[in-house]
Protein backbone atom coordinates (compact mmCIF):
# COMPACT_ATOMS: atom_id res chain seq x y z
CA UNK A 1 0.00 0.00 0.00
CA UNK A 2 1.47 3.56 -0.88
CA UNK A 3 -0.13 6.64 0.61
CA UNK A 4 0.64 9.87 -0.38
CA UNK A 5 1.22 12.81 2.64
CA UNK A 6 -0.10 16.01 1.80
CA UNK A 7 0.41 18.82 4.19
CA UNK A 8 2.60 22.06 5.07
CA UNK A 9 4.58 23.76 8.13
CA UNK A 10 2.51 23.32 10.65
CA UNK A 11 2.58 24.53 14.52
CA UNK A 12 4.55 22.95 16.99
CA UNK A 13 1.85 22.06 19.26
CA UNK A 14 0.71 19.72 16.36
CA UNK A 15 4.48 17.74 16.29
CA UNK A 16 3.00 15.01 18.74
CA UNK A 17 -0.42 14.26 17.07
CA UNK A 18 1.64 13.76 13.97
CA UNK A 19 4.45 11.83 15.26
CA UNK A 20 1.70 9.54 16.33
CA UNK A 21 -0.04 8.61 12.82
CA UNK A 22 3.37 8.52 11.01
CA UNK A 23 4.18 6.26 13.45
CA UNK A 24 1.54 4.05 12.69
CA UNK A 25 1.87 4.22 9.34
CA UNK A 26 5.56 3.44 9.88
CA UNK A 27 4.86 0.49 12.12
CA UNK A 28 2.32 -1.04 9.93
CA UNK A 29 5.11 -0.94 7.24
CA UNK A 30 3.03 1.25 4.88
CA UNK A 31 5.24 3.12 1.86
CA UNK A 32 5.00 6.88 2.09
CA UNK A 33 5.23 9.31 -0.36
CA UNK A 34 5.61 13.17 0.74
CA UNK A 35 4.69 16.45 -0.33
CA UNK A 36 8.35 17.96 -0.89
CA UNK A 37 7.54 21.27 1.39
CA UNK A 38 5.97 19.21 4.15
CA UNK A 39 9.09 16.62 3.91
CA UNK A 40 11.14 19.23 4.56
CA UNK A 41 9.18 21.23 7.49
CA UNK A 42 8.81 16.74 9.19
CA UNK A 43 12.95 16.50 8.64
CA UNK A 44 13.38 19.97 10.34
CA UNK A 45 11.59 18.58 13.63
CA UNK A 46 12.82 15.41 13.49
CA UNK A 47 9.66 13.07 12.76
CA UNK A 48 11.28 11.79 9.52
CA UNK A 49 14.75 11.34 8.24
CA UNK A 50 14.31 10.08 4.55
CA UNK A 51 11.54 9.57 1.98
CA UNK A 52 10.29 9.53 -1.36
CA UNK A 53 8.90 12.82 -2.48
CA UNK A 54 6.71 15.00 -5.25
CA UNK A 55 6.54 19.04 -5.42
CA UNK A 56 3.96 19.39 -8.44
CA UNK A 57 0.36 17.86 -9.70
CA UNK A 58 3.00 17.15 -12.76
CA UNK A 59 5.34 14.36 -10.88
CA UNK A 60 2.98 13.05 -8.26
CA UNK A 61 2.47 9.53 -9.81
CA UNK A 62 -0.33 8.30 -7.74
CA UNK A 63 -1.25 6.59 -4.45
CA UNK A 64 -3.41 4.57 -3.13
CA UNK A 65 -4.55 7.00 -0.50
CA UNK A 66 -3.91 10.63 0.20
CA UNK A 67 -3.77 11.92 3.21
CA UNK A 68 -4.32 15.65 3.85
CA UNK A 69 -2.54 16.94 7.12
CA UNK A 70 -3.61 20.48 7.64
CA UNK A 71 -6.88 21.86 7.76
CA UNK A 72 -9.24 22.76 4.76
CA UNK A 73 -7.19 24.66 2.68
CA UNK A 74 -4.52 22.12 2.48
CA UNK A 75 -7.37 18.84 1.90
CA UNK A 76 -8.35 21.66 -1.22
CA UNK A 77 -4.89 21.62 -2.90
CA UNK A 78 -4.74 17.81 -1.88
CA UNK A 79 -7.65 17.19 -4.24
CA UNK A 80 -5.65 19.05 -6.98
CA UNK A 81 -3.30 16.05 -7.39
CA UNK A 82 -5.97 13.50 -6.77
CA UNK A 83 -7.50 15.40 -9.76
CA UNK A 84 -9.16 12.34 -12.26
CA UNK A 85 -7.05 9.97 -10.56
CA UNK A 86 -10.03 10.00 -8.13
CA UNK A 87 -7.25 8.99 -5.34
CA UNK A 88 -9.63 8.88 -2.07
CA UNK A 89 -8.48 11.09 0.37
CA UNK A 90 -8.47 11.66 4.12
CA UNK A 91 -8.72 14.89 5.86
CA UNK A 92 -6.66 14.91 9.02
CA UNK A 93 -6.78 18.13 11.02
CA UNK A 94 -3.94 19.91 12.22
CA UNK A 95 -6.20 23.27 11.49
CA UNK A 96 -8.74 25.19 12.67
CA UNK A 97 -11.94 24.82 12.09
CA UNK A 98 -11.84 21.65 9.67
CA UNK A 99 -15.25 20.71 7.73
CA UNK A 100 -13.37 18.51 5.08
CA UNK A 101 -10.07 17.90 7.83
CA UNK A 102 -12.59 15.83 9.55
CA UNK A 103 -9.71 13.51 11.84
CA UNK A 104 -8.52 14.72 14.57
CA UNK A 105 -6.70 14.10 17.87
CA UNK A 106 -10.14 13.03 19.29
CA UNK A 107 -10.67 10.21 16.79
CA UNK A 108 -7.77 9.41 14.92
CA UNK A 109 -6.86 5.94 17.10
CA UNK A 110 -7.71 3.15 14.93
CA UNK A 111 -7.57 4.89 11.72
CA UNK A 112 -4.71 2.99 10.33
CA UNK A 113 -6.45 0.19 11.39
CA UNK A 114 -9.47 1.33 9.48
CA UNK A 115 -7.94 1.30 6.32
CA UNK A 116 -5.68 -1.83 6.46
CA UNK A 117 -9.83 -3.22 7.04
CA UNK A 118 -11.15 -0.81 4.54
CA UNK A 119 -13.24 0.01 7.79
CA UNK A 120 -14.78 3.27 5.93
CA UNK A 121 -17.41 4.64 3.62
CA UNK A 122 -16.50 7.22 0.02
CA UNK A 123 -18.14 9.79 -0.47
CA UNK A 124 -18.52 11.24 -4.14
CA UNK A 125 -18.44 14.80 -3.81
CA UNK A 126 -19.31 16.50 -7.10
CA UNK A 127 -16.76 19.11 -8.92
CA UNK A 128 -17.11 22.16 -10.61
CA UNK A 129 -15.30 22.60 -14.24
CA UNK A 130 -14.04 26.14 -15.35
CA UNK A 131 -13.96 27.11 -18.68
CA UNK A 132 -12.33 30.08 -20.64
CA UNK A 133 -11.44 31.04 -23.64
CA UNK A 134 -7.86 31.98 -22.28
CA UNK A 135 -7.43 28.73 -20.24
CA UNK A 136 -7.70 30.51 -17.06
CA UNK A 137 -6.36 27.67 -13.84
CA UNK A 138 -4.66 25.53 -16.87
CA UNK A 139 -4.96 22.08 -16.11
CA UNK A 140 -6.53 22.76 -13.09
CA UNK A 141 -9.34 24.38 -13.52
CA UNK A 142 -11.59 22.48 -11.02
CA UNK A 143 -12.71 22.87 -7.98
CA UNK A 144 -14.05 21.36 -4.36
CA UNK A 145 -15.86 24.06 -2.47
CA UNK A 146 -16.18 27.15 -5.15
CA UNK A 147 -15.91 30.03 -7.89
CA UNK A 148 -15.73 33.81 -6.95
CA UNK A 149 -15.67 36.32 -9.17
CA UNK A 150 -14.68 39.80 -7.19
CA UNK A 151 -13.97 43.33 -7.65
CA UNK A 152 -9.51 44.09 -7.52
CA UNK A 153 -9.74 46.92 -5.70
CA UNK A 154 -12.46 49.03 -3.23
CA UNK A 155 -13.22 51.73 -5.12
CA UNK A 156 -16.39 50.58 -6.57
CA UNK A 157 -18.97 47.48 -7.15
CA UNK A 158 -18.80 44.93 -10.19
CA UNK A 159 -21.84 43.82 -12.59
CA UNK A 160 -21.86 40.15 -13.03
CA UNK A 161 -23.91 39.14 -16.24
CA UNK A 162 -25.21 35.46 -15.03
CA UNK A 163 -26.89 33.22 -17.69
CA UNK A 164 -28.22 29.98 -16.64
CA UNK A 165 -28.50 27.01 -19.14
CA UNK A 166 -28.17 30.06 -22.14
CA UNK A 167 -30.93 32.23 -20.48
CA UNK A 168 -30.43 35.14 -18.79
CA UNK A 169 -30.78 35.27 -14.63
CA UNK A 170 -29.47 38.53 -13.62
CA UNK A 171 -27.29 41.28 -13.61
CA UNK A 172 -25.58 41.13 -9.90
CA UNK A 173 -24.51 44.84 -8.83
CA UNK A 174 -22.62 43.50 -5.95
CA UNK A 175 -18.82 43.10 -4.83
CA UNK A 176 -18.53 39.86 -6.78
CA UNK A 177 -20.54 36.42 -6.87
CA UNK A 178 -19.86 33.03 -5.63
CA UNK A 179 -20.87 29.41 -7.14
CA UNK A 180 -20.83 27.27 -4.36
CA UNK A 181 -20.75 22.89 -4.50
CA UNK A 182 -23.14 21.71 -2.03
CA UNK A 183 -19.36 21.30 -0.24
CA UNK A 184 -18.40 24.79 -0.52
CA UNK A 185 -21.49 25.73 1.12
CA UNK A 186 -19.94 25.77 4.88
CA UNK A 187 -17.10 28.14 3.00
CA UNK A 188 -17.24 31.74 2.00
CA UNK A 189 -21.24 30.91 0.39
CA UNK A 190 -22.41 30.60 4.65
CA UNK A 191 -19.78 33.68 5.01
CA UNK A 192 -22.18 35.87 2.72
CA UNK A 193 -25.56 34.56 3.59
CA UNK A 194 -25.46 31.43 1.59
CA UNK A 195 -27.70 28.62 2.64
CA UNK A 196 -26.11 25.31 4.83
CA UNK A 197 -27.00 22.42 2.13
CA UNK A 198 -26.20 18.87 3.10
CA UNK A 199 -22.68 18.18 1.05
CA UNK A 200 -24.61 15.02 -0.72
CA UNK A 201 -27.21 17.53 -2.06
CA UNK A 202 -26.83 17.84 -6.24
CA UNK A 203 -26.78 21.61 -5.84
CA UNK A 204 -24.88 24.85 -6.59
CA UNK A 205 -25.46 27.68 -4.72
CA UNK A 206 -25.80 31.41 -6.45
CA UNK A 207 -24.72 33.83 -3.65
CA UNK A 208 -24.15 37.82 -4.03
CA UNK A 209 -21.18 39.46 -2.43
CA UNK A 210 -22.96 42.73 -0.32
CA UNK A 211 -25.22 42.88 -3.06
CA UNK A 212 -26.60 46.61 -3.76
CA UNK A 213 -30.34 45.59 -4.95
CA UNK A 214 -31.87 43.95 -1.21
CA UNK A 215 -33.91 41.66 -3.00
CA UNK A 216 -31.60 39.74 -4.53
CA UNK A 217 -31.00 36.52 -2.61
CA UNK A 218 -28.62 33.54 -2.70
CA UNK A 219 -30.21 30.89 -5.23
CA UNK A 220 -30.36 27.24 -5.75
CA UNK A 221 -29.91 25.64 -8.58
CA UNK A 222 -29.22 21.58 -10.04
CA UNK A 223 -25.78 20.86 -10.07
CA UNK A 224 -26.51 19.67 -14.34
CA UNK A 225 -27.03 23.24 -15.01
CA UNK A 226 -24.72 25.55 -17.06
CA UNK A 227 -23.76 29.13 -15.87
CA UNK A 228 -21.91 31.25 -17.93
CA UNK A 229 -20.73 34.55 -16.62
CA UNK A 230 -19.80 38.28 -18.26
CA UNK A 231 -18.21 40.95 -15.91
CA UNK A 232 -18.02 44.86 -16.03
CA UNK A 233 -16.99 47.66 -13.89
CA UNK A 234 -15.19 51.01 -13.78
CA UNK A 235 -12.04 48.63 -13.07
CA UNK A 236 -10.76 46.82 -16.53
CA UNK A 237 -9.05 44.04 -14.02
CA UNK A 238 -11.17 41.23 -11.77
CA UNK A 239 -10.21 38.56 -9.31
CA UNK A 240 -11.35 35.11 -10.35
CA UNK A 241 -10.87 32.34 -7.75
CA UNK A 242 -11.17 28.66 -7.84
CA UNK A 243 -10.87 27.42 -4.39
CA UNK A 244 -7.59 28.29 -3.10
CA UNK A 245 -6.50 29.76 -6.31
CA UNK A 246 -6.81 33.18 -7.78
CA UNK A 247 -6.29 34.73 -11.19
CA UNK A 248 -6.61 38.29 -12.46
CA UNK A 249 -8.84 38.85 -15.65
CA UNK A 250 -9.68 41.49 -17.77
CA UNK A 251 -12.89 42.94 -18.96
CA UNK A 252 -15.24 40.99 -21.28
CA UNK A 253 -14.46 37.71 -20.81
CA UNK A 254 -16.80 34.76 -20.55
CA UNK A 255 -16.79 32.06 -17.70
CA UNK A 256 -18.44 29.25 -18.09
CA UNK A 257 -19.19 26.75 -15.08
CA UNK A 258 -20.81 23.08 -15.44
CA UNK A 259 -19.94 20.18 -13.81
CA UNK A 260 -16.81 18.50 -13.53
CA UNK A 261 -16.73 14.61 -15.28
CA UNK A 262 -15.15 13.12 -12.34
CA UNK A 263 -15.69 13.39 -8.69
CA UNK A 264 -13.64 13.89 -5.56
CA UNK A 265 -13.46 10.70 -3.11
CA UNK A 266 -13.96 11.39 0.23
CA UNK A 267 -12.82 8.77 3.03
CA UNK A 268 -14.85 9.34 5.83
CA UNK A 269 -14.46 6.96 9.27
CA UNK A 270 -17.52 4.93 10.77
CA UNK A 271 -17.20 8.22 14.12
CA UNK A 272 -17.28 11.01 11.37
CA UNK A 273 -21.09 12.61 10.64
CA UNK A 274 -21.83 15.91 8.75
CA UNK A 275 -24.08 17.13 11.09
CA UNK A 276 -22.14 16.39 14.54
CA UNK A 277 -19.73 18.31 12.51
CA UNK A 278 -22.46 20.81 12.23
CA UNK A 279 -22.86 21.25 16.03
CA UNK A 280 -19.28 21.07 17.06
CA UNK A 281 -17.53 23.84 14.58
CA UNK A 282 -21.02 26.07 13.96
CA UNK A 283 -22.55 25.12 17.29
CA UNK A 284 -25.66 24.48 15.15
CA UNK A 285 -28.67 24.77 16.96
CA UNK A 286 -26.89 25.33 20.26
CA UNK A 287 -29.43 26.08 22.79
CA UNK A 288 -28.99 25.88 26.41
CA UNK A 289 -32.33 24.02 26.76
CA UNK A 290 -30.93 21.33 25.22
CA UNK A 291 -28.29 20.68 27.84
Not at 60 to 80: E, P, Q
Not at 153 to 182: C, K, P, Q, R
Not at 207 to 232: A, K, M
Amino acid sequence: MLIALHGRPFKNDSIFFIKKIIDQLVAESIELVIYEPFFKHLKKVGLLKNAEVYTSVDDFKGADYIFSVGGDGTFLDAVTFSGRKEIPILGINVGRLGFLSTVNETNYSDLVKNILNKDYRIEERGLIRLETSTGLFGNLNFGLNELTMTKRDSAAMIIVHTYLDGEFLNSYWADGLIVSTATGSTGYSLSCGGPVVLPLTQNLIVTPISPHNLNVRPLLVPDTSVLSFEIEGRSKTFLVSLDSRSEPVRSGITLTLKKESFNARLIKIPSDSFLNTLRLKLNWGLDVRNY
